[in-house]
């Protein structure tokens, strides 16, 4: 019965659709615990100053790398369009 799930970055309970559908990168052999909208802000804020291939997965522990599909995939506009 448990489809809500805390997220580890806002600690909002959140239905799992809310969370990815796939591993944020192909080095992601976790639970997705962190809500897209974190992910998104994760990948924003991270790419201040930044280029694309810099990018980490934000689940503590992890480590993974985001390619530059995993980006496009996950990022929202915005930051897509500074990327460019
Ligand atoms: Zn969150
Ligand atoms: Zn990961």
Same mark, same amino acid.
Request: glycine share 4%.
């Given at each position: 019965m448990d489809k809500e799930r805390e997220c580890v970055v806002c600690y909002d309970r959140k239905v799992? +659709?809310?969370?990815?559908?796939?591993?944020? /990168?192909? +080095?992601c052999h976790h639970e @997705?615990?962190?809500?897209r909208d974190c992910l998104q802000q994760s990948i924003s804020s991270q790419s201040n100053g930044k280029?694309?291939? @810099?990018?980490?997965?934000? /689940?503590?522990?992890?480590g993974g790398r985001l390619a530059y599909a995993d980006v496009q995939r996950w990022a929202d506009h915005d930051t897509l369009v500074r990327q460019v």
């Open positions: 799992l +659709a809310e969370y990815p559908d796939r591993p944020v /990168t192909d +080095a @997705q615990l962190v809500c280029v694309y291939n @810099q990018i980490d997965c934000p /689940t503590e522990g992890c």
